[in-house]
């Protein structure tokens, strides 16, 4: 399966990994990203990654050591990652605020920023992540 290949090309050192249906927009941002010492594994990548189901303590850890191999949180500030441990405990926007005083805006604009960062399309991706990474 897909996601075999993946493991097995990121333990030997990949800095990435596209399909090769992906479009030339996306076959170029990766030669270019890896090239300037980068990483990038495409958006289809990365939802066969966290789209993988998870139910052994041993495929969990695999499933965390791909991700966490993949994407560095050393990238995100001290604020970006707090808020990454209350997606991982499944809080909504507005109890995020609460929780760490800030308005709901800097919640999404945090989220949005990390999305940036970690190369997710989208917050339901950035949460599988945090789910993935942060509660195992």
Do not use: W
């Amino acid at each position: 399966n897909d996601f075999h290949f993946i493991n097995k090309s990121i333990e030997n050192g990949a800095k990435g990994y596209i399909l090769k249906q992906e479009d030339i927009t996306c076959i170029s941002t990766a030669i270019e990203k890896v090239h300037n010492g980068g990483k990038f594994f495409s958006n289809a990548v990365m939802q066969t990654i966290l789209g993988k189901n998870a139910q052994t303590k041993e495929s969990k850890q695999e499933k965390k050591y791909v991700l966490e191999s993949l994407i560095s949180q050393e990238e995100l500030s001290p604020k970006e990652k707090e808020v990454l441990s209350l997606l991982a405990q499944n809080y909504n926007a507005n109890e995020i605020a609460q929780t760490i005083n800030i308005s709901p805006s800097s919640v999404r604009t945090y989220t949005s920023r990390m999305r940036d960062k970690l190369n997710f399309i989208d917050t339901q991706q950035l949460k599988q992540y945090a789910l993935a990474t942060i509660n195992n």
